[in-house]
């Protein structure tokens, strides 16, 4: 009787000294970052996480092993010979982000299909010598995603949702003209700064095509209907119209209303952008 309860006293005694260990070693590791021996023992026995990416965890291991692997990588495919950490931890989380957007689109990947896109590959390029599993990991498999998802992205169209978006917004201004200014501030292109919807003074010559040969019957405060660019779907309102004091030409004034054309780069730096990111690795 006397040894059973010896024994459960060493059993707890022995719980309390581990759990009394791993509040100390967590304790270390919030408080003093991932930088001693004693933090850096505890990440490889517990799953400690060194990122979370939308609710994703990437722990210590898997993190230290992609940076050992990609450095790897990057010096056998002689890409570069010194590597940074940041670009590895960039990559990373880019190979992530494009494993939530496929979940997010719900693009299916095909183990057949994948499987001929690599045999391919090393049929055109069987001179590489790399080691082909990293090779898989790093290159083929993102680029294979990117693949699928641009392909789900032309069958989703996306641009013809922002191309409907735009005519609901000019039928909206149709209707209620003073409502342009808050669809402006809205829906403006990112790529001009904080002044996106506003252009300055721009000369008649300097117009596109399809504005040239709607703003010489514009009068102050008309606005186009939807005309497409390059970049996007736009909608002109002309602000203001002056005279050249040299020539019989004009000058004219815009605010507008811009849907872009989306392209893959575009989609994943704005899913990374709305991303929640937390490093948990110091």
Request: charged share 25%.
């Amino acid at each position: 009787m006397n040894k059973l309860i010896t024994k459960k006293r060493i059993v707890i005694f022995s719980l309390y000294v581990l759990l009394a260990i791993i509040v100390f070693c967590f304790f270390d590791i919030y408080f003093f970052g991932y930088k001693s021996d004693l933090s850096r023992f505890t990440t490889r026995i517990f799953p400690y996480p060194a990122l979370i990416i939308n609710n994703e965890i990437v722990t210590v291991n898997k993190y230290e092993n992609f940076l050992k692997d990609y450095k790897i990588y990057l010096i056998e495919s002689k890409r570069t010979k010194e590597v940074d950490n940041n670009l590895g931890l960039k990559v990373m989380i880019q190979n992530i982000a494009l494993k939530q957007v496929m979940s997010e689109l719900d693009v299916d990947i095909d183990k057949r299909e994948f499987n001929n896109y690599i045999d391919r590959f090393y049929r055109n390029n069987n001179s590489l010598e790399i080691n082909k599993d990293r090779f898989n990991d790093y290159f083929l498999k993102p680029l294979f995603y990117r693949q699928k998802i641009l392909e789900k992205i032309t069958e989703d169209n996306f641009n013809l949702k922002n191309k409907k978006k735009a005519e609901r917004i000019y039928n909206d201004l149709v209707n209620d003209p003073d409502i342009f200014t808050s669809y402006s501030s809205e829906y403006k292109d990112e790529s001009l700064g904080i002044n996106g919807n506003l252009l300055g003074w721009l000369s008649y010559g300097s117009l596109p095509e399809s504005l040239k040969m709607k703003v010489t019957k514009m009068d102050i405060n008309d606005f186009t209907s939807v005309i497409k660019s390059i970049s996007g779907y736009h909608i002109y309102k002309l602000n203001g119209k002056i005279k050249s004091e040299e020539n019989d030409s004009y000058y004219y004034q815009f605010d507008q209303i811009f849907l872009p054309i989306e392209n893959f780069n575009n989609y994943l730096d704005n899913f990374l952008q709305k991303s929640k990111i937390f490093y948990l690795l110091k």
